[in-house]
C-alpha cells in the first residue's frame, strides 16, 4: 500500500526567506506521481506542483521547486522568497500511476506560518 | 480560467436526512474525484469516475452513492445522516491522462456539510 509521510506537523519561516517542507513516501511501485497543494484557512484546495516518478528533472514553479530523491523516496517542497501569503496548511500527495493518474493519497500536513 | 464548480457551498442537516452535493468539473475534464476532509484531517477519496463510470472506490460507506451525468458533472448523494459525516466534502477534476504530464487534480472549493 501505498503511504505518505510529513513529520513537520507546522513550521515557522520568516518572510523573504526559503523554507523546505518535508515529505516521504512508500511505495513498491515504479510508477506514480508526487504532488503538492496549498490550503488556506479558507479551506480550497490549490495545486501547487507535480512529479513523474520518471521525470529526472526535478519540477519547479514559479517560487516552489520539488527537491525529488527518488532513492531515498523523498519529495521535499522548496519554497523560495517566502510571502505572508503562504501561510497554510500543505499537503504532499501521491497518485498510484505515473500515466493514468489516480486517486490521490495525502500525507498529514504541514502548517506553515509566515514571520514579518 | 474555468474552475470546479461545487454547490451548495454550505449545508447544515439534521441527523438521518439525506444531501446531495453537486460538481461540475472544467471542462473538458473527463474525470471526477470526490474527497472527505474531516476537522483537522488530509482529504480522504471517496470514490472516482472516468467517462461516466465508476474507476475506483475508497473508504465511502454504503450510505453514500455517487454518479457522473451525460454533461460530465456529478453528484454524491449521502442518506441516513451521522455526526461524524460532517466535514468538507471536496470534488476534483482531471484532464485525460497523456503519459504522465498534467496527471493534476483541479480541486473545487468544497461543501461544507455539517450534520447536527
Not at chain 1, 506542483?49 to 522548496?78: P, W
Not at chain 2, 480522504?44 to 472506490?57: A, C, G
Request: a negative charge; glycine letters at 8%; one cysteine or more.
Amino acid at each position: 500500500a501505498q503511504k505518505i509521510t510529513q513529520t513537520q506537523p507546522g513550521m515557522f519561516v520568516q518572510e523573504k526567506e526559503a523554507v523546505t517542507l518535508d515529505c516521504t513516501y512508500d511505495t513498491s511501485d515504479q510508477s506514480y506521481g508526487l504532488f503538492w497543494y496549498k490550503q488556506p484557512s479558507s479551506g480550497e484546495m490549490i495545486f501547487l506542483i507535480y512529479q513523474g516518478s520518471y521525470d529526472e528533472q526535478n519540477a519547479t514553479e514559479g517560487r516552489y521547486s520539488l527537491n525529488f530523491q527518488k532513492a531515498r523516496k523523498s519529495a521535499n517542497l522548496v519554497i523560495s522568497a517566502s510571502q505572508l501569503g503562504d501561510s497554510a496548511m500543505y499537503f504532499c500527495a501521491m497518485s498510484p500511476d505515473y500515466n493514468q493518474g489516480g486517486k490521490l493519497i495525502f500525507g498529514q500536513g504541514t502548517e506553515l506560518s509566515v514571520k514579518p | 480560467a474555468a474552475g470546479v464548480i461545487q454547490s451548495p457551498r454550505h449545508l447544515i442537516k439534521e441527523k438521518r436526512e439525506t444531501a446531495t452535493l453537486k460538481c461540475y468539473p472544467i471542462p473538458r475534464h473527463d474525470t471526477v474525484y470526490w474527497y472527505q476532509q474531516g476537522p483537522g484531517q488530509d482529504p480522504q477519496f471517496l470514490i472516482s469516475f472516468y467517462e461516466k463510470m465508476q474507476s475506483d472506490k475508497g473508504s465511502i460507506p454504503d450510505r453514500f452513492s455517487a454518479q457522473q451525468f451525460s454533461d460530465y458533472h456529478s453528484e454524491l448523494n449521502m442518506s441516513s445522516l451521522e455526526l461524524g459525516d460532517s466535514a468538507l466534502y471536496f470534488c476534483a477534476s482531471s484532464p485525460r491522462p497523456s503519459g504522465g504530464a498534467g496527471n493534476e487534480q483541479f480541486f473545487g472549493p468544497g461543501t461544507r456539510l455539517t450534520v447536527l
